[in-house]
T-cell receptor, first 110, second 113 residues
């Protein structure tokens, strides 16, 4: 069964600090996506990574897809309160159904 | 361009009742997917519709059903509600088949008492 495991489950850090959250699987994915969900809203797509070893940057956010396409990481530099939210990774299973990890709930303290 | 619109935003029902949720996708989008989000299970795929046809279905009982209309608007129905059906139901639309880029609505929060 293809699963996506996200860690840590919860993270609370001070504004200005750096952090990394992870999305891991024992299975290969053709692509992975990262979303951010804020309270009372639906998830918003941040990035899609497709190629093993790929690195994408979105301002202070850096996304990396593992060489073997089994894992991905999201690194945030100089976290700000506006980064607070639930970060979800998602990918297509072999049967084309999209699966999501359970997410990392990030809280940035001002 | 308007985003994905889900109605109603909040709903309270009792066990045994049925409920219908509505989703209007982004104009021009023909694919609509539905997800259930709970604290314990996270986001789980319910089904996907493209051009009025169900393309894929998740592992949910037959009490969960959906449909898509010719204008791409979609509805999902849950019959014989159970307490465990309490969740945030999210709809996502995509320009084409395959759900590679999904735009989510704000969801309908269903509480079953």
């Amino acid at each position: 069964t293809q699963l996506l495991e996200q860690s840590p489950q919860f993270l609370s850090i001070q504004e200005g600090e750096n952090l990394t959250v992870y999305c891991n699987s024992s299975s290969v994915f053709s692509s992975l996506q990262w979303y951010r969900q804020e309270p009372g809203e639906g998830p918003v797509l941040l990035v899609t990574v497709v190629t093993g070893g790929e690195v994408k940057k979105l301002k202070r956010l850096t996304f990396q897809f593992g060489d073997a396409r089994k894992d991905s990481s999201l690194h945030i530099t100089a976290a700000q309160p506006g980064d607070t939210g639930l970060y979800l990774c998602a990918g297509p299973r072999r049967d084309d159904k999209i699966i999501f990890g359970k997410g990392t709930r990030l809280h940035i303290l001002p | 361009k308007a985003g994905v619109t889900q109605t109603p935003r909040y709903l309270i029902k009792t066990r045994g009742q049925q409920v219908t949720l509505s989703c209007s996708p982004i104009s021009g989008h023909r694919s609509v997917s539905w997800y259930q989000q709970t604290p314990g299970q996270g986001l789980q795929f319910l089904f996907e519709y493209f051009s009025e046809t169900q393309r894929n279905k998740g592992n949910f009982p037959g009490r969960f059903s959906g449909r898509q209309f010719s204008n791409s608007r979609s509805e999902m129905n849950v019959s014989t509600l159970e307490l465990g059906d309490s969740a945030l139901y999210l709809c996502a639309s995509s320009p084409g088949e395959g759900r590679r880029v999904q735009y989510f609505g704000a969801g309908t929060r269903l509480s079953v008492l």
